[in-house]
């Protein structure tokens, strides 16, 4: 197993009380397989990735469990060892490109100082890679690309920079948070495909989180849905889209209105919206807006049972 | 019957161009070509959904339609009416029947102030009730778009998103208008929340018989609550036509490349779909291209395409494409 995380609990110290935003949750990954995590704003899929990352350095923050990759221990590993494995082994691809580089640089010179921290190799060699990379990201002209500045590159151009740099080191696993969600759909589309070309070419193993059950439909091999901090639901993707067993995943499912065929006079809304971190209900916390009514729902916090294809529910586990 | 065939909006070869930088910059005085020649009918009671990729012009064309924006070129008709150059004081009787929506609402509702405050804020400009029938109005429409009445008294951000959403809907229909323009009302709202407001709209505009314009990049939210369709593609209207038409049988060739990249819910994992992945980005706006707009990206693109426009014209009853070589065949 290249990752492995168990019971991974994080909370923050705010002044309203402690906020649980992740709340025990544990998966794995094997190399070369593509996870999808979906969920919506407040679910927790960014913060459970960001601890992955050692990204959490907020003094406010509590971070418990295990993080296990390659056989390493990643909580409370020392940061010049973290960063030592960040950017090299394990990469990050953020939601929006425009924060994630640095305006005052050339896309070239960023992308090699990046190769240069990580590599012992000389200037001009960098950017001979810096050429190579942007030209595998589908830069018509990378050359040119090289030495023009951020503002100066389309969104969809910007987010193929940060994946090149990205894979500048050959990263062995990439974290990519919902890298296409700022983008138009037929820009989105080449996004994709480049990430299935890495995983095909360079056998990484890719964690993409994203709010879009079309997008995890296309590319994951297995996916993982959150709600409220914990995984509700977790699968391969033809287990999770043929035959949802959380309520809320079918409900999800349910309220995409169809690209083809009939047009439903009404969507199967959900009603009400996701909980506040800080109120969470008694019992599961997609009690109040689940369609299905269960007493022992009320009380208990359901668990994901082992096996492949696993929910959270009391209802589908009865 | 006369009454009834009248567009309740309609454009005629409207353009909207914005001059950036002066003669001072190192480019000089340059124009964006935002809109360009758009002509566009709304009928009433249907629900017009305009749909392409960001900086395609179809929120500028929105901020044109409710006069947010002046009009450079052409015209803007409501009810037959010309508004185009209309002042802003001739203007505030059709404000009250022409409204938009906005697409962020915790931007587009001040802060500072009570939302029962801002839902009666166009009651207070636009009529003469009193603040007793103000308050009942309010209290009134808070019902119809599914809030509770002591939400009145709370502060935008005491809401969750879904629920900012409904206060803007309710300012937007406190006049009982009869057109609203809405500029990406659920793309940024949670997906488990879209739907509830999706359903909204649709019962609002029953209830109210309202006709809509309806924007947003989420291609099967525009299906979903679409009579017709209009593509537009840097700042032109490429095809146009009734919505489920258009998705099953997109004829322009940035119609079709656009539906295929949306990324649908697979559940058999055989039927893989064909898809176009379009060469380069949309051309700056500041230097659209020669001929067709869509010539450089377009994949079936000859000679002529890259010398001759081609017009917006109706190729079957219903369907317009501007394309020389539309395909009106099923293209899946």
Same mark, same amino acid.
């Not at chain 2, 559940?267 to 051309?283: C, E, H, N, Q, Y």
């Given at each position: &197993? ?113 190769? $240069? ?30 030495? $023009? ?7 969809? &151009? ?54 879009? &059950? ?51 006079? $009404? ?52 | ?33 935002? %809109? ?57 009787? +059709? ?29 207070? @400009? ?11 109005? %309010? ?58 407001? %999706? ?14 314009? +309806? ?13 017709? @369709? ?41 039927? %893989? ?20 707009? +869509? ?38």
């Amino acid at each position: &197993m290249m990752l492995s995380v168990r019971d991974l609990r994080v909370s923050f110290r705010t002044q309203e009380g402690l906020v649980r935003a992740i709340d025990g949750v544990s998966f794995d990954l094997r190399e070369g397989e593509i996870l999808g995590v979906v969920g919506e704003s407040g679910s927790g899929k960014t913060v459970s990735l960001l601890a992955v990352m050692g990204l959490i350095t907020d003094p406010n923050a509590i971070i418990e469990g295990s993080i296990r990759y390659r056989e390493r221990e990643l909580v409370g590993l020392p940061a010049r060892e973290l960063r030592r494995l960040r950017g090299n082994e394990i990469a990050m691809i953020f939601q929006d490109p425009m924060t994630a580089l640095t305006p005052v640089y050339t896309i070239g010179g960023q992308i090699a100082e990046q190769i $240069r921290a990580h590599k012992r190799v000389s200037k001009s060699q960098a950017l001979e890679r810096v050429e190579e990379l942007l030209a595998e990201v589908n830069f018509p002209n990378p050359r040119e690309a090289m030495s $023009r500045y951020p503002h100066q590159l389309s969104g969809g &151009m910007r987010q193929r920079a940060v994946i090149a740099m990205a894979l500048s080191c050959n990263p062995a696993l990439l974290v990519a948070d919902e890298p296409t969600t700022a983008l138009d759909v037929t820009v989105q589309a080449g996004i994709l495909d480049l990430v299935r070309k890495l995983r095909a070419t360079h056998n990484s193993a890719v964690v993409f989180i994203t709010h879009d &059950m079309g997008v995890v439909s296309e590319l994951a091999d297995r996916v993982m849905v959150m709600y409220a901090g914990r995984v509700v639901e977790r699968g391969s993707r033809t287990e999770l889209f043929s035959d949802p067993q959380h309520p809320y995943t079918r409900a999800l499912l349910g309220s995409i209105p169809p690209l083809t065929g009939e047009k439903p006079r $009404r969507l199967p809304a959900i009603p009400g919206s996701p909980p506040s971190l800080l109120r969470l209900p008694d019992g599961c916390a997609f009690g109040p807006r689940c369609p299905v009514n269960y007493e022992p729902c009320r009380t208990g916090k359901p668990v994901l049972g082992d096996g492949t294809h696993a929910a959270a529910c009391f209802r589908v586990q009865a | 019957m006369i009454e009834q065939d009248q567009p309740i909006l309609e454009t005629r070869e409207l353009s909207k161009r914005f001059s950036i930088g002066t003669r001072f910059s190192s480019q000089g005085k340059r124009t964006v070509h935002a %809109v360009d020649n758009v002509s566009l009918t709304v009928r009433r009671g249907e629900t017009v959904g305009l749909v392409g990729e960001s900086g395609c012009g179809k929120s500028t064309l929105a901020r044109c339609l409710v006069r947010l924006y002046d009009i450079t070129d052409g015209q803007l008709l409501f009810e037959g009416d010309d508004i185009t150059g209309k002042s802003l004081t001739e203007l505030r009787p +059709f404000r009250r029947r022409l409204q938009m929506v906005f697409q962020d609402p915790s931007a587009s509702l001040n802060p500072r102030r009570r939302v029962g405050d801002l839902v009666a804020e166009p009651l207070r @400009i636009h009529t003469k009730l009193s603040s007793r029938e103000i308050a009942k109005r %309010v209290a009134e429409l808070f019902d119809l778009v599914g809030l509770l009445p002591d939400h009145v008294m709370r502060y935008p951000h005491e809401f969750s998103g879904g629920q900012r959403q409904r206060v803007g809907i309710a300012r937007a229909i406190a006049l009982n208008p009869d057109l609203v323009v809405l500029d990406e009302p659920v793309s940024a709202l949670d997906v488990s929340v879209q739907a509830q407001i %999706v359903n909204l709209l649709a019962d609002l505009q029953e209830k109210l018989k309202l006709t809509y314009i +309806f924007i947003a990049h989420d291609l099967s939210v525009v299906r979903q609550v679409s009579t017709r @369709i209009a593509v537009m593609y840097l700042g032109s209207i490429v095809e146009e036509g009734p919505a489920e038409e258009v998705f099953a049988t997109p004829a322009h060739p940035y119609s079709q490349a656009l539906i295929s990249a949306v990324p649908i819910v697979e559940t058999t994992s055989g039927s %893989v779909r064909k898809r176009i992945i379009l060469a380069g980005d949309v051309p700056s706006p500041l230097k659209p291209p020669s001929g067709c707009r +869509f010539h450089p990206r377009c994949p079936i693109a000859v000679e002529r395409c890259r010398v001759e426009r081609p017009e917006l014209t109706e190729h079957r009853s219903g369907r317009k494409v501007a394309c020389h070589f539309p395909t009106l065949q099923p293209a899946s």
